[in-house]
């Protein structure tokens, strides 16, 4: 009678994972939080990530609700994203957030060249004309000196802006 109890050294143990209340609560509202995430996203892009009909459309309503309906249509949201799985979603959504990193760098890069063309003239502009041969020289010096000619006279950067616009271009034909 006191067999049953007893178990033999070879019989494999099963495992049974404690999840305490805490790490339950914390689960729950990363779920909320990624649903708060995709409800802030523009409709065009929602309907590219993995979303069946009743999240998309739970998500479509909440975009509408203002307020207490509003925070009640996040926790749906939340709720329903635990019968789901979360890692295509949240992974659509790190690929849209490092895009737009990406973006944002290499503004970044286009603004220091600008900078560069602006500051340093001729010099700034035969890297661009060497990086990007379709580059207009003369159009390119003529703007540099305009640009400087508005920073010391504290007028409108007209001339800044159209070269950030050319730099940009030239960027884009090479990324074709």
Do not use: T, Y
């Amino acid at each position: 009678m006191g067999r049953k109890n007893k178990r033999e050294p070879w019989e494999e143990e099963e495992e049974i994972i404690w999840v305490s209340r805490s790490e339950m609560k914390r689960d729950m509202e990363a779920l909320q939080k990624l649903g708060e995430e995709l409800v802030a996203l523009k409709p065009g892009v929602l309907a590219k990530f993995p979303l069946d009909e009743s999240l998309h459309d739970a998500i479509i309503d909440a975009q509408r609700f203002e307020k207490e309906a509003r925070r009640r249509q996040l926790q749906l949201i939340g709720k329903m994203m635990r019968s789901r799985d979360p890692e295509p979603i949240q992974a659509a959504l790190d690929l849209l957030n490092n895009k737009h990193s990406q973006q944002s760098i290499e503004l970044k890069k286009i603004e220091k060249m600008r900078d560069r063309v602006v500051a340093d003239g001729d010099k700034a502009i035969n890297d661009v004309v060497a990086a990007h041969p379709s580059a207009d020289r003369q159009k390119l010096r003529q703007l540099a000196r305009q640009a400087k000619k508005e920073l010391e006279s504290n007028k409108p950067p007209k001339a800044s802006r159209e070269i950030f616009q050319i730099l940009k271009a030239l960027k884009a034909e090479d990324a074709e």
